[in-house]
């Protein structure tokens, strides 16, 4: 259902992997975006934006990967703010 909702070339990197974990961060998009950052610098994971009915307020972010990888890159996450 994930996959659904992100962008076709965000779609085609993801496709294939084995993600063990799916992390789902919901915040404003500018937030979104330097969670991404945060995330792929902390562990061994993927990120998509995750299209949703409102754009222009709350988006999702969810962050593909292993479950120790995900887990750490939330924690980075949360650790940063």
């Not at 996959?3 to 974990?21: D, F, H, M, S, T």
């Not at 961060?25 to 991404?36: E, G, H, P, T």
């Not at 945060?38 to 709350?58: R, W, Y």
Request: proline share 2%; aromatic share 4%; net charge positive.
């Amino acid at each position: 259902m994930i996959l659904n909702n992100i962008r076709v070339p965000e779609r085609k990197r993801l496709e294939g992997g084995q993600w063990g974990a799916v992390g789902l961060v919901q915040a404003k998009l500018i937030d979104l975006y330097w969670a991404s950052d945060i995330a792929e610098k902390a562990s061994t994971v993927q990120t998509a934006l995750v299209m949703g009915n409102c754009p222009q307020h709350i988006q999702m972010l969810a962050i593909f990967g292993k479950q120790m990888a995900v887990r750490t890159a939330l924690d980075k996450i949360q650790e940063s703010r």
